[in-house]
């Protein structure tokens, strides 16, 4: 079993800055993807930031030189620095690990992040 957990989000005015946290710990062998998702009101979940495999970078183009995704020094941990955000980056976070063999997918249980005047 793989248990996530994040910490971090809130309620900040736009321009202000966050920072998420996720720690993946149980039985992982092999990480594929890590990274954070979010999703609005009557949207799809979508992706933000993500370690890819040969440790690349994903990002959205809406979070481009605002937001970096990097790793803790503590095993499987990673973070999401949130710079300069909009109204529009209002959502629910999600941390999400695709691990081992076969590829299984786990999801954190979600942060708000809520910007607003």
């Known amino acids: 079993q793989v248990q996530l957990v994040e910490s971090g989000g809130g309620l900040v005015q736009p321009g202000g800055s966050l920072r998420l946290s996720c720690a993946a710990s149980?039985?992982?062998?092999?990480?594929?993807?890590m990274g954070w998702y979010r999703q609005a009101p009557g949207k799809q979940r979508e992706l933000v930031a993500a370690?890819?495999?040969?440790?690349?970078?994903n990002y959205a183009d809406s979070v481009k030189g605002r937001f970096t995704i990097f790793r803790a020094n503590v095993k499987n941990t990673i973070y999401l620095q949130m710079n300069s955000l909009k109204t529009a980056d209002t959502a629910v976070y999600y941390c999400?690990?695709?691990?081992?063999?076969?590829?299984?997918?786990?999801w954190g249980q979600g942060n708000q992040v809520t910007v607003s005047s």
């Open positions: 999400r690990i695709n691990a081992n063999r076969p590829e299984t997918d786990y």
């Open positions: 370690f890819t495999s040969g440790d690349r970078t």
């Open positions: 149980g039985s992982i062998f092999s990480i594929n993807v």
